[in-house]
Every structure is written in structure tokens, then in C-alpha cells.
Nanobody, 116 residues
Framework: QVQLVEFGGGLVQPGGSLRLSCAAS????????MNWYRQAPGRERELVAT????????NYPDSVKGRFTISRDNTKNMVYLQMNSLKPEDTAVYYC?????????WGQGTQVTVSS
């Protein structure tokens, strides 16, 4: 049974930090590229970070560049998103996504709210 379970979201003040985690099970995690997406109310889902099977990261979108960092631990089947200097516009549900060829899996999402 494939599972992606995100955790670590919550309420944080502007300028603060959060670390999201995603626990994967039920598939060959190290064979999959991993992504973090986010979706704010009324907006389309946005890709915010990608990491390859071996840990290479692709360009981050300008909206998060320099503030967000994705990482993974293939020994633990975990992927992380370190978010620093958070802004109110980062408020969204954040989703973990696994991709390999035609296979794609999604987690249920974790809410991040940036507000004073």
C-alpha cells in the first residue's frame, strides 16, 4: 500500500521557519523523484521544489528561491522541505509528490499558515 504522509505544518509568524517532512512507504522510494507542491485557496497547485533520486535539486521558483530547501534521506524514505523567512503568501496546503515514469503518488497535505 503506497503512502505519503506529510507532517510538520502549522501556524508560524512572518519571518519564521518550518520544516515539513514526508514519510514514504509501499514503493521503491529511492527510484522516485520527489516534489513538494502547495495550493492556496482559490489558486492552482504550484510546484515549489524538486529533488532527483540521488539528491540533486532543480531550480526553485522565484517565489521561494533562497528561502526553501528540499532534501531527502533514502535510508529513511523521507523527504523534507526547510522553509525559512516565511511570508503570509506562503500560506497554503503543502503536498508531497513522488514521480517515476508514468507513476505518481500524492500525500494528503499539511497546512502551513503564516500570520501574525
Amino acid at each position: 500500500q503506497v503512502q505519503l504522509v506529510e507532517f510538520g505544518g502549522g501556524l508560524v509568524q512572518p519571518g519564521g521557519s518550518l520544516r515539513l517532512s514526508c514519510a514514504a512507504s509501499g514503493f521503491a522510494f529511492s527510484s522516485y523523484a520527489m516534489n513538494w507542491y502547495r495550493q492556496a485557496p482559490g489558486r492552482e497547485r504550484e510546484l515549489v521544489a524538486t529533488i532527483t533520486r540521488v539528491g540533486g535539486t532543480l531550480n526553485y521558483p522565484d517565489s521561494v528561491k533562497g528561502r526553501f530547501t528540499i532534501s531527502r534521506d533514502n535510508t529513511k524514505n523521507m523527504v523534507y522541505l526547510q522553509m525559512n523567512s516565511l511570508k503570509p503568501e506562503d500560506t497554503a496546503v503543502y503536498y508531497c509528490n513522488a514521480v517515476r515514469l508514468a507513476n505518481t503518488y500524492w500525500g494528503q497535505g499539511t497546512q502551513v499558515t503564516v500570520s501574525s
